[in-house]
């Protein structure tokens, strides 16, 4: 669970900052660099860990892979379809021509709206989430207070089979009703 909520943060972090490297290719563009070149500044300005993947990203470009290949490599190592949007929009660059830097001002808009967005969604469903972890740790919590105050009588429940069944079934749909919640105010 740490492990996946740490990937979680770090795709999270690389979404956050691909505007700002899509904007430092611009940049380098502008600059009169080539796009593998660009690629290279953007790496210099990046912060971790967009450095250590456009540092691999221009790495394969240095050993002669094709720059489609490569960037198809990258965006399928990030996982990410912002960075699937914008090899897509290089790739027709690629095929069709025209003013790169312009077109890629427009991704820089186009994935800052998209995370505004998704910031205002996650904030919307703030409550609900919140409201589903306290309605998940209430009947816990209850059998927790009645095993408490109404010891005997829990443990005289607890120590038949159908009140071990019950117990159990109860935890099985607690949990049930955990991953529906969660499945259900997941952002796609």
Same mark, same amino acid.
């Given at each position: 669970l740490g492990r996946r909520r740490r990937r979680r943060a770090m795709a999270r972090r690389r979404d956050e900052q691909l505007p700002d $490297? $899509? /904007?430092?290719?611009?940049? /380098?563009?502008?600059g009169g660099l080539s796009l593998p070149g660009a690629l290279a500044y953007a790496r210099d300005e990046a912060e971790a860990? #967009?450095?250590e993947d456009l540092a691999e990203l221009v790495g394969r470009l240095g050993v002669g892979v094709p720059i489609l290949e490569a960037l198809r490599g990258w965006a399928d190592r990030l !996982? #990410? +379809?912002?960075?699937?949007?914008? $090899? !897509?929009v290089l790739d027709?660059?690629?095929r069709s021509g025209g003013d790169l830097p312009i077109v890629l001002d427009g991704v820089v808009a186009t994935l800052r +709206?998209?995370?505004a967005a998704q910031r205002e969604v996650r904030a919307l469903t703030a409550q609900a989430r919140l409201s589903g972890a306290i309605l998940g740790t209430l009947p816990i919590g209850f059998f927790g207070f009645l095993l408490l105050t109404s010891?005997? +009588?829990m443990? /005289?429940?607890i120590a038949t089979p159908i009140g071990r069944a019950a117990v159990g079934i109860?935890? !099985?749909? +607690?949990?049930?009703?955990? $991953?529906?919640?969660r499945r259900l105010l997941e952002v796609r």
């Open positions: $490297v $899509v /904007g430092a290719v611009a940049a /380098g563009l502008r860990p #967009s450095r !996982g #990410s +379809e912002d960075a699937r949007l914008l $090899v !897509g027709l660059h690629h +709206e998209r995370r010891r005997h +009588e443990l /005289g429940a109860g935890l !099985g749909l +607690e949990l049930a009703a955990f $991953v529906w919640i």
